[in-house]
T-cell receptor
């Protein structure tokens, strides 16, 4: 059974600081996703990572994937208040049940 | 920009009522999904479909049922709602996006927040 673990689950940080969110998963997968969810809203796709060593960047967010370590990171550079949200990583299950297995999410608060 | 719609957005209903949550997408995606999300928690896959007349149960057991008669439409039905069904239900669809590498991205609808009294 595929398990996806994120840490930290809660993060409060100041504007201008850097931080990294970690996502570990338990079985081999060929796809990892990062999503953002604002309170009361749906999920917005941020990144799709497909191969070992993949790195993608969008603004102040950068995601990377190490398939051998089964680890993905979401790095935030010089955080701004607008990045406050919940960030989910999700791993493609494949096999009998198609769809994504989600981590519990990282609730990020960025304070001025 | 993904076009996936869910109605109603909010629903408060009494125990024992039958409800149908609607989901439709205009992108022609073959794959569609239903996820359940409790407040502040992760999403759990409850149903998915590969295309017309295809429905499968997901990782989380659910008393709901789904149907896929048309490509664009994937409704979820609860025959007899109970307070334990109170949650947010998110519909998603996906398709292969060909670029430098093949990608498959799931696009999510706005969700239906269900409260069963």
């Amino acid at each position: 059974e595929l398990k996806v673990e994120q840490n930290p689950l809660f993060l409060s940080m100041q504007e201008g600081k850097n931080y990294t969110i970690y996502c570990n998963y338990s079985t081999t997968s060929d796809r990892l996703y990062w999503y953002r969810q604002d309170p009361g809203k749906s999920l917005e796709s941020l990144f799709v990572l497909l191969s070992n060593g993949a790195v993608k960047q969008e603004g102040r967010l950068m995601a990377s994937l190490d398939t051998k370590a089964r680890l993905s990171t979401l790095h935030i550079t010089a955080a701004v208040h607008d990045l406050s949200a919940t960030y989910f990583c999700a791993v493609y299950s494949g096999g009998g049940a198609d769809g994504l297995t989600f981590g519990k999410g990282t609730h990020l608060i960025i304070q001025p | 920009e993904a076009d996936i719609y869910q109605t109603p957005r909010y629903l408060v209903i009494g125990t024992g009522k039958k409800i149908t949550l609607e989901c439709s997408q205009t992108m022609g995606h073959d794959k569609m999904y239903w996820y359940q999300q409790d407040p502040g928690m992760e999403l759990h896959l409850i149903h998915y479909s590969y295309g017309v007349n295809s429905t499968e149960k997901g990782d989380l057991s659910s008393e709901s049922t789904v149907s896929r008669i048309r490509t664009e439409h994937f409704p979820l039905t609860l025959e007899s709602a109970r307070p334990s069904h109170t949650s947010q239900y998110l519909c998603a669809s996906s398709a292969l996006v060909t670029g430098a590498t093949l990608q498959e991205t799931q696009y999510f609808g706005p969700g239906t927040r269900l409260l069963v009294l």
